[in-house]
């Protein structure tokens, strides 16, 4: 597709408004003054001087950006042509804005940022996940009642999975997997037998016998890898967060509540993604999973990529393809079809386009709740227990996520991961069990608990 062609139509450049200045807003707005159709001069944050200093940061001198407080220094500051820092995004709402980047990661915030857009008849695009998983299809339904669009965002692993799941789809491929490579690469050097991944070096004396696949069992290949790298983290809770997203919007589903999650280098891809039965690691196809990128150091990476795994339907024509480099199973039976990158909010443009331009999301028109991400105990916790998400990953600790079939809430039932976040226990929850909605203590006033509720009220009308 040639997108210049495809955005022609725009009378106008997008105005947009980033909530959250982390890494996600602040590449987005750092990009969009090189962007012809956006413009970013809106940045709101918890605090206006943290808005602030990712203006700064992206190269503002003072006299072109000013912190504002009221909706009314907001407006006059927008009249001066000058960039806005504020700490409540009530106060930027009031601007001839187009769409709003809710970017913050944090679920309670991000539910209020999404309704209060919406409200004022804007688009959102939703890179923050614990909102999406939690309510990413009920703020999609009331956006739609007012014209509007809410999307995931390309530069994150969602919307290029979605993206890419489609595209296969559309060309008649018959998708056996698709999924993403983690964030972080397993390094191995093999000189010096360590194996390196986000900043960790573990020594791994060894590990070279579990170089290569060959002809071995890719099941014992992955409990041995995983045994030997047992010091490293292989479970992230993002990783299943995000494609809870992907299968609101592909019904595609996991094909086990934490994931297989192998340790596996890019052209094992689609020997390891396939059933069983083909010599793989999944009970049934069309499932989605993650793979830690296994590489020397020397080697390309997927960078956080996506792909799918396709069966391969004409011998010849994958025989061709084969000669020119596409990567294919040992018994060249399935392949793998990638897209090594996500570029944070460098390529977030896409989707902020499609938005205002086309009305289209990135995701599905009309996604449907078909995954949950909840928690359960790996230790006993107890009453008053503050359930505190924490750290790049945004984990609990005490706690592990798992993928279960979306279903409306109830007290006995599990609570979403990201509902449960920041809560107070009120009641102890048993090493080994879910956490369960009338464990957690939220209050009356959660947006995000409101909004799930008129989600479910929504797509799951036979509960009420």
Sequence with gaps: MNLLTHYAGAQRPVETCVVGSGGFGRSFLAQAPRIPLVNCRVAVD???????????????????????ETPEQ?????????????????????LPLDLLIEATGHPEAG???????????????????????????????????????????????????IGLVTW??????????????????????????TLDSNGRRIPAPGFGKFWTLGDGDVAALAR??????????????????????????TGLVADRADLHAPIARITEVPTAFVPREAGGLLSRPGTLDVFHCLRAPEEV?????????????????????D????????DKKHAMLSIPRHLLGLEAATSVLDAVIHGRSSGAQQPQPVLDLVARASQTLKAGTRLEMGGHHHTIAGTVAELVPAAPLGDDAPVPFYLAANRVLARDVAAGQPIRLA?????????????????DAHFFPQAR
């Excluded at 407006?75 to 709402?93: E, K, N, P, T, Y």
């Excluded at 809870?244 to 919007?249: C, H, T, Y």
């Excluded at 000669?323 to 040992?330: A, E, I, M, Q």
């Design 46 to 68: 918890r605090e206006a001087g943290i808005a602030a200093d990712a203006l700064r940061s992206i190269g503002l001198s003072p006299d072109q950006f000013a912190v504002c």
């Design 74 to 94: 907001a407006a006059a500051a927008w009249q001066r042509g000058q960039h806005i820092a504020a700490g409540d995004v009530s106060v930027v709402l009031g």
């Design 111 to 161: 539910a209020r940022h999404a309704r209060l857009a919406i409200e004022a008849g804007l688009h959102v695009a939703l890179t923050s996940k614990e909102v999406d998983s939690v309510i990413g299809p009920g703020l999609a339904h009331l956006a739609r009642q007012k014209g509007r669009v809410v999307t995931p965002v390309d530069g994150d692993q969602p919307s290029l999975l």
């Design 168 to 193: 296969a789809q559309t060309l008649g491929l018959e998708i056996v997997s698709a999924g993403k490579s983690s964030e972080y690469d397993f390094v191995f050097d093999a000189k010096a037998e």
């Design 224 to 249: 041995a890898r995983a045994e030997a790298c047992a010091a490293l983290p292989q479970r992230a809770v993002p990783d299943l967060c995000e494609l809870l997203v992907v299968a609101n919007s």
């Design 301 to 321: 990476s997927l960078a956080g990529g996506v792909f799918v795994v396709v069966r391969c339907e004409d011998e010849e024509t994958w025989r061709l393809l």
């Design 323 to 330: 000669g020119k480099g596409h990567v294919l199973s040992r």
């Design 439 to 455: 464990d957690v203590a939220i209050d009356a006033g959660s947006e995000l608990l409101a909004l799930r509720r008129i989600q």
